[in-house]
């Protein structure tokens, strides 16, 4: 069982930056891969950014690449998700979530574990 707390969202500025971090509870968070998904108003939950169980494979969304960069630290238990050059079209509710798969999962059913969200909203 793992537990997955976001923190980190705000409402910032088109143009400006925020940091999320996701801690994880338990011994075994190096052997779950890891994921960012954002979920807008009326739309699907849509994945955002994924990463490898240690840290050395990665993948994006296209509407992320070059603006967004995740990374993890396994001895902290805790992903984070670097968001530069916000757009208005990145609001939405950031979550966080844990997979057992040996490869970066992009979609929601290969996720195993969810954090409650954090709330990103970005003024034009």
């Known amino acids: 069982q793992v537990q997955l707390v976001e923190s980190g969202g705000n409402l910032v500025q088109a143009g400006g930056s925020l940091r999320l971090s996701c801690a994880a509870s338990?011994?075994?968070?190096?052997?779950?891969?890891m994921g960012w998904f954002r979920q807008a108003p009326g739309k699907e939950r849509e994945f955002v950014a994924g990463?490898?169980?240690?840290?050395?494979?990665?993948s994006y969304a296209d509407s992320v690449k070059g603006r967004f960069t995740i990374s993890r630290d396994n001895a902290k238990n805790t992903v984070y998700l670097q968001m530069n050059s916000l757009k208005p079209e990145d609001t939405a509710v950031y979550y966080c979530?844990?997979?057992?798969?040996?490869?970066?999962?992009?979609?929601?059913?290969?996720?195993?574990?969810w954090g409650q969200g954090t709330q990103v909203t970005v003024s034009s």
């Open positions: 990463i490898s169980r240690g840290g050395i494979s990665t």
């Open positions: 979530a844990a997979g057992s798969k040996p490869v970066v999962p992009i979609h929601v059913y290969e996720y195993n574990y």
């Open positions: 338990g011994r075994t968070f190096s052997t779950y891969a």
